[in-house]
């Protein structure tokens, strides 16, 4: 499975942006999907996740309420919208999938496929 992320940019404080994940490959739309983020200094850290309907996500609690996934299987791509940002938000986001991963592996060593990233800045 091939990933490509995009969508980020520069944002002020309080703004949205909506980053696109397209998958290629072996049979993406039955893997597990999710975005994670790795800001100058840190780890990788779990933003979302969904199951391969999208029925199912789980967000992580510093996102909750204003960021949401979601996934459409027809074009193979995942998304994640992010409102309300915040300077803290800045960061390379990147799309992870796997066959067999649980949407509550928060793990970044449970995604076996990974997309290039793509920075998110937000100014104050």
């Known amino acids: 499975v091939q990933l490509q992320a995009s969508g980020g940019g520069l944002v002020q404080a309080g703004g949205s942006l909506r980053l696109s994940c397209v998958a290629s490959g072996r049979t993406p739309s039955t893997h597990v999907m999710a975005w994670f983020r790795q800001a100058p200094g840190k780890e990788r850290e779990f933003a979302a996740a969904?199951?391969?309907?999208?029925?199912?996500?789980n967000h992580a609690d510093s996102v909750k309420g204003r960021f949401t996934i979601s996934r459409d299987n027809a074009k193979n791509t995942v998304y994640l919208q992010m409102n309300s940002l915040k300077t803290e938000d800045t960061a390379v986001y990147y799309c992870?999938?796997?066959?067999?991963?649980?949407?509550?592996?928060?793990?970044?060593?449970?995604?076996?496929?990974w997309g290039q990233g793509t920075q998110v800045t937000v100014s104050s």
């Open positions: 969904l199951n391969f309907s999208g029925m199912r996500k």
């Open positions: 992870a999938a796997d066959p067999t991963s649980s949407f509550y592996n928060k793990n970044a060593g449970g995604y076996s496929y």
